[in-house]
């Protein structure tokens, strides 16, 4: 069994910052790429920040410049660093992550959390 656990989330005004956090735990044998995606009311959820074992990231346009995405390897844990944020960005926010666990080291599965809710006033 695998778990993706999200905090941070919150209520900020439009300017402010927030840094999410995700820890994965359980029968994880090694992490791949990890990331962000968000679902606004109404929207379909879409990709904010992806980072690779290797430590590579892609982001989504309407974030670049606002949003670092980082891990740390050895917490098995994803950040998204949220500066500059604006009513658009208010979304629930999941991670995300592709898993080889250890009851199957060749497979990868991919796992999300729970979600965390990022309300962004103006």
């Known amino acids: 069994q695998v778990q993706l656990v999200e905090s941070g989330g919150g209520l900020v005004q439009a300017g402010g910052s927030l840094r999410l956090s995700c820890a994965a735990s359980?029968?994880?044998?090694?992490?791949?790429?990890m990331g962000w995606y968000r679902q606004a009311p109404g929207k379909q959820r879409e990709l904010v920040a992806r980072?690779?074992?290797?430590?590579?990231?892609n982001y989504a346009d309407s974030v670049k410049g606002r949003f670092t995405i980082s891990r740390d390897n050895a917490k098995n844990t994803v950040y998204l660093q949220m500066n500059s944020l604006e009513p658009e960005d208010t979304a629930v926010y999941y991670c995300?992550?592709?898993?080889?666990?250890?009851?199957?080291?060749?497979?990868?599965?991919?796992?999300w959390g729970q979600g965390t809710q990022v309300t962004v006033s103006s």
């Open positions: 359980g029968s994880i044998f090694k992490i791949s790429a």
């Open positions: 980072i690779t074992s290797g430590g590579r990231t």
């Open positions: 995300n992550a592709d898993i080889f666990t250890l009851a199957a080291i060749g497979a990868l599965y991919t796992y």
